[in-house]
């Protein structure tokens, strides 16, 4: 094979990976999305339950969910907060609300500044 066909075959190869990574990561964020209303009212229930596993579990994984709106972290947040005064174990919830919510400020801050 000569250089010109080798050099196509490799530009074609990482551009048909890319592509099928992208796709994989589109599929992955539309499930999280159909998914989200689901688990938000999940937390939701165990939250009027009580039930501090559930809550923290949930709240863990609606926080790292692509879907998650900057509202629905600011209710996480604030039930963390109350919930972690009561049970230490919902510290951790809190604290990654925390952060989700630091960074949604630094890139929503990053946008609106230009």
């Not at 551009?15 to 989200?36: D, H, N, P």
């Amino acid at each position: 094979m000569s250089t010109g066909a080798e050099i196509f075959v490799t530009i074609l190869m990482i551009a048909l990976g890319i592509v099928a990574v992208q796709v994989f990561l589109s599929r992955l964020r539309q499930k999280e999305k159909k998914v989200y209303p689901e688990i938000w009212s999940q937390f939701h229930a165990s939250v009027k339950m009580g039930l501090n596993e559930e809550i923290l579990c949930l709240g863990n994984e609606l926080i790292h969910n692509s879907s998650l709106t900057q509202k629905d972290l600011t209710d996480i947040h604030d039930i963390a907060i109350e919930l972690s005064k009561k049970d230490a174990r919902l510290e951790n919830l809190r604290l990654n609300a925390y952060n989700k919510q630091l960074y949604f400020n630094r890139l929503f801050s990053k946008t609106f500044d230009s």
